[in-house]
């Protein structure tokens, strides 16, 4: 089904509303390709209807569906080699010293998908927790995971992954201590899955109620939004950052030109955008 121009700017309009993504006149298949069995099963005619049908709705439940349907849930566990290099050699090992003095620790994977990034820190936290001869200090480490895809978030809580993707990132022998298979499913080891508290957040809301953080993981997201929401973004996690603490973006992205908050540094091949002592809330 095609988008006329005005059907393009409505659609853009309510989907950048909702969720932040923007996009970009020459993006028109992107609505198409993703919506267009939506726009057919709502049984309307065009995208105007589809639109108008969807800004009537009470409920938001056509609403949330759009949002699923365009957001983009591409994840693998242990995504990019510098950056779990780091959390091994510095990153993790700073946030379980912390946590054997009884201070709360919390890591937060914004734009979590279906789970491989809360996991995979989970199961490295729980590996050099054990290295250290004190298994119980992972579990004095809070991992938070949101993501605004319900249906992501639901293959997250399940945490059960088919072959596909069991076998991206992980390894043979993580995949042996931390999941069992059920016929063509992987389900993670239920004390692992445990340590990961997954809810649905829309980073467009306040952040107030998640808290604040040792650690925020925030990639691959930012690059489907718009600059000036790109600003207020990243200006409110550096408000969720404890002073000092990291944030990690994808290894394409960047912070510079956007935000001041942050010190960049460079460690084990990985870029780290450290919160400043002094943030305006």
């Not at 056509?62 to 959390?87: G, H, K, P, Q, S």
């Not at 700073?94 to 979590?112: D, Q």
Request: proline share 3%; hydrophobic share 40%; with cysteine.
């Amino acid at each position: 089904m095609k988008l006329t121009d005005n059907e393009f700017s409505l659609m853009k309009g309510f989907i950048e509303k909702h969720c932040g993504i923007h996009l970009d006149p020459g993006k028109e298949y992107l609505i198409e390709t993703r919506l267009t069995d939506l726009v057919l099963e709502q049984g309307c005619r065009n995208f105007f209807e589809f639109y108008q049908k969807a800004q009537a709705e009470p409920l938001g439940k056509l609403r949330d569906r759009i949002v699923d349907a365009m957001t983009t849930n591409e994840t693998y566990f242990f995504r990019d080699d510098n950056l779990w290099n780091w959390m091994r050699e510095e990153g993790i090992p700073e946030l379980l010293k912390r946590a054997a003095t009884g201070n709360p620790v919390r890591i937060w994977s914004a734009a979590a998908s279906t789970g491989q990034e809360g996991y995979s820190l989970a199961m490295m936290i729980d590996e050099l927790a054990r290295e250290k001869g004190n298994p119980a200090l992972a579990d004095r480490i809070e991992i938070v995971g949101t993501d605004i895809s319900s249906a992501a978030l639901f293959l997250a809580i399940g945490g059960r992954y088919d072959q596909l993707a069991i076998k991206r990132g992980l390894s043979d022998a993580r995949r042996s201590r931390y999941f069992r298979q059920d016929g063509n499913v992987w389900i993670i080891d239920e004390a692992l899955r445990k340590r990961v508290r997954f809810q649905r957040f829309n980073l467009m809301n306040s952040f107030a109620s998640l808290g604040n953080f040792d650690l925020v993981l925030c990639r691959y997201v930012a690059i489907y939004f718009a600059e000036e929401f790109k600003r207020s973004l990243f200006h409110r996690l550096a408000v969720a950052l404890k002073p000092g603490s990291p944030l990690l973006l994808g290894a394409t992205e960047t912070l510079r030109g956007l935000c001041d908050d942050f010190e960049i540094e460079m460690r084990k091949n990985t870029t780290l955008f450290v919160r400043k002592e002094e943030v305006r809330p």
